[in-house]
């Protein structure tokens, strides 16, 4: 990335030498890794849904797995957006519909049971990822309602407010400065005298 982000700097910009710790935690990476897991698989599923619908027996169901190619799309999108907490549960969702549909396609007529059985587990292990990756995520963004508050005693002075206050009054005005009292007379002089001539 940092050779990346020197290609495009100025001739006259420093050079990036290397680049610091990441503030990314392991479930925002994991959300991450879903997340571009989740736009790849919706693309599978968009592009290419006849392959899927031959090997689980869902013949003529391609239309419903192009539409769940489009919602694993969208999941992917938020999920590596700064809505990544609304994108991961909305991949656990789409998890649950998963479940639901191929549950009907495990039939005793379905020559392809087994394959649907395994996409079962499949999506049965993915779907604990996205609980662990949407909840981890979810805990580590979201904010309790006291964190609002919990500067409310700081001034923002090291010493205090009341130590900031005495040193206001110790402070000696430059020599330069000294006129600016007088200046701003003036000016509020002439001020009233544009106004009164008008």
Partial sequence: MTYMSNIVRSEGDPKILRSGPSSLTAPDNLGKALGWFSFGLGLVELLAPRRITRALGMEG???LVRAYGLREISS??????TEKSLGLWSRVAGDGIDIATLLTALRDDNPKKHNVAAALAVVAGITLVDVMAAQGTTGRHSRKSGDRDIYRDRS???NGLAAARGAAKDFSVPPGLRAAPVLAAMSGDAAQERTSSH
């Fill in 61 to 63: 169901q391609e239309a």
């Fill in 76 to 81: 992917g999108v938020l999920s590596l957006s």
């Fill in 156 to 158: 923002g002075f090291p």
